[in-house]
Structures are given as C-alpha cells and as structure tokens.
C-alpha cells in the first residue's frame, strides 16, 4: 500500500513563496507518476501539476505555469511544489497523488492520496 503525506502548508502573504513536500512510502516511486492537486470550499479538486516517474516531463495547469515548479527526488521518495508569486485565489488544501503507468491529469485516474496540507494566501 502507497502511503502519501504531505507538509508545508501555511498561512502567506500575497506575493509569497512556500514549498510543499510529499514523502512516499514506496521503494519503486520512480515507477509512479507524480501529482500535485488542490481543492479550494466549494470546488471540485483540480489538477495543479504532474511530473513523470524519473522526472523528465511535467505539466502544470495554466493558471500556476511560470509561478509552481514540480520536482522531484527518487533518492529521498519525496515530490516537490515550489510556490512562488502565490494569489488568493491559491488558497486551497493541496494533496499530493501518486498512479503506476501512463500520464495523467485527471484525479481520477490517481489510486493513492495523501491527507492534504491547508494553503491559504491572505490579501
């Protein structure tokens, strides 16, 4: 069984940066694909970024590309969401996702998740 947890998430500024973490529990993670999820009180979750199994391709949802940079770390079973130039409308809780095989965006088509880390950006 894949075990997910997040941290990082807090309380920023407008303007601000974070970076969250997912640690896996999985020897083989770099046979997973890798995402970064959000959902904000009354939405449904959403797809922020992807990164594949050795981390040669990404993806991001417009809406974070040029600000959000995914990555990754095999050696320490761990996935990266740098946070930079956070909005408002960032605020959400942020889970981190994990499916074996072919890419995708689509939560799901994603069979293990973490509990979530609360991100909230303040005007």
């Known amino acids: 069984q894949v075990q997910l947890v997040e941290s990082g998430g807090q309380l920023v500024q407008t303007g601000g940066s974070l970076r969250l973490s997912c640690v896996v529990s999985?020897?083989?993670?770099?046979?997973?694909?890798m995402g970064w999820f959000r959902q904000a009180p009354g939405k449904d979750r959403e797809f922020v970024a992807a990164?594949?199994?050795?981390?040669?391709?990404?993806d991001y949802t417009d809406s974070v590309k040029g600000r959000f940079t995914i990555s990754r770390d095999n050696t320490k079973d761990t996935v990266y969401l740098q946070m930079n130039s956070l909005k408002p409308e960032d605020t959400a809780v942020y889970y981190c996702?994990?499916?074996?095989?072919?890419?995708?965006?689509?939560?799901?088509?994603?069979?293990?998740w973490g509990q979530g880390t609360q991100v909230t950006v303040s005007s």
């Open positions: 990164i594949s199994g050795s981390g040669d391709r990404t």
């Open positions: 999985e020897p083989t993670m770099a046979n997973y694909l």
């Open positions: 996702a994990a499916r074996p095989g072919a890419w995708r965006t689509n939560p799901e088509m994603y069979g293990y």
